[in-house]
């Protein structure tokens, strides 16, 4: 570093650093399009949609007319009330994608890790491709920051913040 150049700021928050690891790992394990994980992410914080806004949302992405239906299929939209008359039909995140996307959430915060055991990560299996490969030996790394991070919090945590309590 430079004489002239001010070290950087400590970050108080840093969610997106490992955005691609723990959104790879999610996709592959419920078996998402990024697209499909992308249009969870967005719907999570809305407590009922219907299709219009669903389609509002779609034009930004890649064309794919099955989307809805997929999504709806693999259970993480689920139908709260259907269409009668001139009311359309209301949906939801269902149970299983609100409780994927909070997992997501708490993985990207450090909350949880993601798990190198191959029953509870499709990545990590006999016959595995160099990708997952790739992706096992970037999960180990994001586990070791994560875990170096924790570990800075929870030293700076026993520091007492009065004076007066210091030995």
Same mark, same amino acid.
């Given at each position: 570093? $430079?004489? $002239?150049?001010?070290?950087?700021? &400590?970050?108080? +928050?840093?969610?997106? &650093?490992?955005?691609?690891? *723990?959104?790879t790992y999610y996709r592959i394990k419920h078996n998402l399009e990024q697209s499909e994980l992308d249009m969870l992410l967005f719907l999570y914080s809305e407590p009922y949609f219907d299709y219009e806004n669903f389609k509002e949302?779609?034009?930004?992405m890649p064309w794919d007319n099955q989307r809805f239906s997929n999504l709806k299929k693999m259970g993480f939209i689920e139908?709260?009330?259907?269409?009668?008359?001139? +009311?359309?039909?209301v949906y939801r995140i269902s149970r299983k994608g609100r409780?994927?996307?909070?997992?997501?959430?708490?993985?990207?915060?450090?909350?949880?890790?993601?798990?190198?055991h191959r029953v509870l990560n499709p990545m *990590?299996?006999?016959? $595995?491709?160099?990708?997952?490969k790739?992706?096992? $030996?970037?999960?180990?790394?994001m586990r070791r920051k994560v875990s170096a991070h924790r570990q800075r919090g &929870?030293?700076?945590d026993d520091e007492p913040t009065d004076p007066t309590q210091r030995q």
């Open positions: 570093m $430079n004489e $002239n150049e001010k070290p950087l700021a &400590k970050r108080e +928050h840093d969610y997106l &650093k490992f955005y691609r690891i *723990v959104s949302y779609e034009q930004i139908t709260i009330r259907h269409r009668t008359g001139s +009311h359309r039909s409780y994927m996307i909070a997992s997501m959430y708490k993985t990207l915060e450090g909350e949880i890790d993601i798990s190198l *990590v299996r006999v016959n $595995n491709s160099y990708r997952d790739v992706y096992i $030996n970037a999960i180990k790394l &929870k030293d700076e």
